[in-house]
């Protein structure tokens, strides 16, 4: 699977932004799509995910700001941030589980000025 990110850029604070992840395969047949993100000296953490079935997950530092869907006609997974924070400056990744492993897109870099 190969994925292709895209969306990410410079906003201020209470932004928002809108992170693309393309696939080359038909989404429906991965398990789960989502993000990673890492900032500067910290761990990657998981940001969202969907799975083929729809069920969404989130960290809690997203909930009720980020919001992760998904355009089957496009094999794209969509993550919308809003309510940007300076703290959710990182690169972020996207990801894909399948049955075969875990692929990785190339990260795009978001940064949230104060």
């Known amino acids: 699977v190969q994925l292709q990110a895209s969306g990410g850029g410079l906003v201020q604070a209470g932004g928002s932004l809108r992170l693309s992840c393309a696939a080359s395969?038909?989404?429906?047949?991965?398990?789960?799509v989502g993000w990673y993100r890492q900032a500067p000296g910290k761990q990657r953490e998981l940001v969202a995910g969907?799975?083929?079935?729809?069920?969404?997950d989130f960290a809690d530092s997203a909930k009720g700001r980020f919001f992760i869907y998904r355009d089957n006609a496009k094999n794209t997974v969509y993550l919308r941030m809003n309510s940007l924070e300076p703290e959710d400056t990182a690169v972020y990744y996207c990801?894909?589980?399948?049955?075969?492993?875990?692929?990785w897109g190339q990260g795009t870099q978001v940064t949230v000025s104060s």
């Open positions: 990801y894909a589980n399948t049955t075969g492993g875990t692929y």
């Open positions: 395969e038909n989404i429906f047949s991965i398990n789960a």
């Open positions: 969907i799975t083929s079935s729809g069920r969404t």
